[in-house]
């Protein structure tokens, strides 16, 4: 499974769109972050989370420092959508800290960006293919 | 100087997430291998960011444009309720949640400008639809409060942060930066909702729940009688 949260319910459809053309797994989307992980708790420990660095009732590390508090669930390679000019003083250390892999900025991503964060750092990344039968790159 | 340099970064600000949306559903669209239905879909959700984004700075435009003397007429409540739920519909449905009307009095008129009061109880709409839980149920009410009518829109999420609450309680937020309500945004509705609200002799508020907030407009009633009554 795959997990997008974003407190925009279009910029989430689109990066599910652009990760559709590599994988046939279950990508979710919540802009609530509270229910967000509660579905992860409860159903399956994403392989990837997208996650919008500012999001509704909570910013992107109340979310991650929520998720860690549980147990096993530290590994989940993280992709933050940053819609902000900077990070504001978030060092390279933070963001190991809390394992963001790559951060995208919103307003400059594209599909092929997406989808190249998404084979990179994706857990199981040996089984995504290349390219797609429809020839996506 | 700083106050124009202020109101052009508020603007920009707010602006910019509908742009991205924007660019983000046009990259998305692949026209060789999307079918079509999935190709009118993001053309949908594309004009609905751009009105979205119009709309924004028509509101800016009118706020520059507002002087010393607004037209004031009698206007039923009623009916600019309606409008407003039937235009707000979509955005509801699109966020999952719904507003219903709950009308107390009976063909109340109000002292009002028509589509200052639209525009004040379009920006409470859109922050309820963004701000509320989801699949919540949120309430848009006329009702009378210490001789005013009152049109208010209730919701059921988390509760309005207080720095948010306290520049509302006081019917006058200074500068869209004071308060935001949702990522992305700088709280420029609520500030235009307020100077509109002013604009009027009307008042907006808001009330804070353990499940939720309530925003409202307090409007000055007509005592002329309606031809539909």
């Known amino acids: 499974m795959i997990f997008v949260v974003a407190n925009d319910f279009i910029l989430a459809k689109t990066i599910r769109k652009a990760c559709r053309k590599i994988t046939d797994e279950p990508i979710c989307i919540d802009n609530d972050p509270f229910t967000a992980i509660e579905t992860i708790l409860t159903f399956a420990r994403p392989n990837l989370i997208f996650l919008q660095s500012l999001l509704i009732g909570a910013n992107a590390f109340a979310f991650l420092n929520e998720l860690y508090s549980h147990e096993g669930f530290l590994s989940i390679p993280i992709v933050l959508l940053n819609d902000l000019k900077s990070l504001g003083g978030i060092t390279p250390s933070d963001l190991e800290d809390y394992n963001i892999k790559a951060i995208l900025q919103i307003d400059r991503m594209t599909p092929r960006s997406i989808r190249k964060v998404f084979r990179r750092y994706h857990l199981n990344n040996k089984k995504i293919p290349q390219r797609s039968a429809k020839g996506a790159s | 100087m700083e106050a124009e340099v202020n109101g052009i970064l508020v603007a920009a600000h707010d602006l910019r997430t509908p742009i991205s949306l924007m660019r983000q559903l046009a990259l998305s669209m692949d026209f060789e291998n999307d079918p079509k239905n999935e190709l ?95 699949n919540s149920l949120s309430i848009l009410s006329i009702a009378t409060h210490a001789g005013k009518i009152r049109l208010a829109m209730r919701d059921f999420g988390p509760s309005l942060p207080l720095d948010v609450w306290q520049a509302l309680r006081s019917g006058w937020i200074r500068q869209p930066m004071e308060l935001s309500l949702r990522p992305g945004s700088s709280g420029l509705g609520l500030y235009i909702a307020s100077r509109y609200a002013s604009a009027m002799h009307a008042q907006i508020g808001a009330i804070r729940h353990r499940d939720g907030s309530t925003f409202y407009v307090d409007l000055v009633p007509s005592r002329q009688r309606s031809l539909f009554e």
């Open chain 2, 40 to 134: 009118e879909n993001a053309r949908k959700d594309l004009i609905h960011v751009s009105e979205r984004a119009l709309r924004q700075v028509d509101d800016l435009t009118k706020l520059a444009e507002l002087g010393d003397f607004c037209l004031l007429e009698p206007i039923s409540v009623h009916v600019a309720c309606d409008e407003i739920k039937n235009e707000l519909a979509p955005i509801f449905s699109f966020n999952h949640k719904e507003l219903v009307t709950d009308y107390s009095l009976r063909s109340p008129l109000a002292v009002a400008n028509r589509d200052l009061l639209h525009t004040v109880l379009y920006h409470f709409g859109l922050s309820v639809a963004h701000y509320s839980g989801e």
